[in-house]
């Protein structure tokens, strides 16, 4: 038995975030859901996911730049030592962002519906 565990959402229309409960493992939980504030699309973005203040633009362009390049707050392990340590911090500007889905493109998801 799993213990529950939250899963963070976030909607890059109206930048809201919110948790859902989840007791399923990562790969069966659904990757998006209805946004409950403007009704469109929240996105997941896993465990380990801290969403900015909805008024920070810049930090929800990075986001939403960073999802729509593959990158959803994803573990990224470099290194062969598959450890703790070698956990790619994810940038913390729209430059270091650029720079990071040019170095990381290979751990980027690929999605399966052609966004
Ligand atoms: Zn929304």
């Given amino acids: 038995m799993s213990t529950p565990y939250n899963m963070a959402f976030a909607c890059l229309d109206c930048c809201k975030s919110f948790k859902r409960e989840s007791n399923v493992t990562p790969s069966e939980f659904p990757l998006e859901l ?64 650029r720079e990071f889905v040019m170095k990381y493109k290979d751990y980027a998801i690929k999605s399966t519906n052609g966004i």
């Fill in 34 to 97: 209805k946004c409950p504030n403007c009704g469109s699309v929240a996105h997941s973005f896993g465990r380990h996911f801290k969403a900015p203040k909805a008024t920070d633009k810049k930090q929800w362009d990075k986001i939403r730049f960073l999802f729509e390049h593959g990158f959803r707050f994803q573990k990224i392990r470099i290194g062969k030592n598959q450890t703790h340590h070698d956990t790619v911090p994810y940038p913390e500007t729209m430059e270091q962002a």
